[in-house]
């Protein structure tokens, strides 16, 4: 186990007005390094040297909003469709501690969010942070989001749209994330390493996709201790799915959920 550990004199979270961010560890011979793309820090990462100025960056060009998620050519409106303007972007940061090249404290993941209006934007409802690799989820042949490798070698067509990467299954496509939860007055409801997949039938070809997560000791906890459904007796899960709304996903979204609760 690591014994060193990393401060933040801000901790995670919703806030109005940009603020400084400073990282602190107690050994001066140690050095922390950072990564904003969600990869994890390596001796070679951006080394910390100066407060990180933590705004909204919607004035930001977009970048992955504007990787295509299914292949072009989906009929009728179920394509995807690049942003009409400008999309609301989150901070991610990761930082670890390093002493001669080797990495001597636990990997840190911290998710702000800087709005004027986020508590109007979100409806005051729970927001979820995803954090990890943009390959893991975008790259051609690795990406678990994309059409990728597996769209373009696919050449039955068993599917509406031919297959993509998003149609595979099992641990080899499962991708290390860290997931927060903040409850709808800004407050941490857990932070965890867990595991990502993709979930679904058919719908794992629409450019919005349902992501199931896995509690596992291979990422620290094999649980997930968080009371999702406050009218269920339970508060410890394995795994959760966090739907897309189907067919439904550019009209009324919860239109599965609802019914199904009918």
């Known amino acids: 186990a690591y014994t060193y550990s990393l401060s933040f004199t801000v901790e995670q979270g919703i806030y109005s007005q940009p603020f400084w961010l400073e990282l602190s560890n107690k ?12 990869s994890d820090p390596m001796a070679s990462s951006q080394m910390y040297n100066d407060p990180i100025w933590i705004e909204d960056r919607t004035s930001e ?31 991610v940061l990761k930082a ?18 800087v709005h004027p209006d986020l508590s109007i934007k979100y409806d005051d409802l729970p927001i979820i942070s995803l954090v990890t690799d943009s390959l893991h989820l975008f790259d051609y042949e690795l990406g678990i989001y994309v ?14 749209f031919g297959v993509g990467n998003y149609n595979l299954k099992g641990m080899d496509w499962e991708r290390p994330v860290n997931v927060t939860l903040f409850e709808s007055d800004g407050t941490i409801g857990f932070s965890q390493n867990l595991g990502l997949r993709i979930h679904g039938g058919g719908t794992r070809q629409m450019p919005l996709k349902a992501l199931r997560l896995y509690a596992r000791d291979l990422y620290g906890n094999d649980e997930i201790d968080y009371r999702f459904f406050p009218w269920k007796n339970t508060d410890t899960f394995k795994r959760i799915l966090l739907r897309s709304g189907g067919n439904a996903f550019r009209t009324a979204i919860i239109t599965d959920a609802v019914s199904a609760c009918l």
């Open 27 to 38: 050994d001066p011979d140690a050095v922390i390094r950072f990564t904003t793309n969600g």
């Open 61 to 91: 060009h977009n970048s992955i909003s504007t990787i295509p998620t299914n292949p072009q050519g989906t009929y009728g409106n179920l394509g995807w469709l690049p942003p009409s303007s400008l999309v609301f972007k989150g901070f």
């Open 96 to 113: 670890q501690t390093f002493k001669n090249d080797l990495p001597v404290s636990e990997v840190s993941t911290k998710t702000y969010f």
């Open 147 to 160: 059409p990728g490798l597996f769209h373009d070698e696919d050449t039955i067509f068993d599917e509406y």
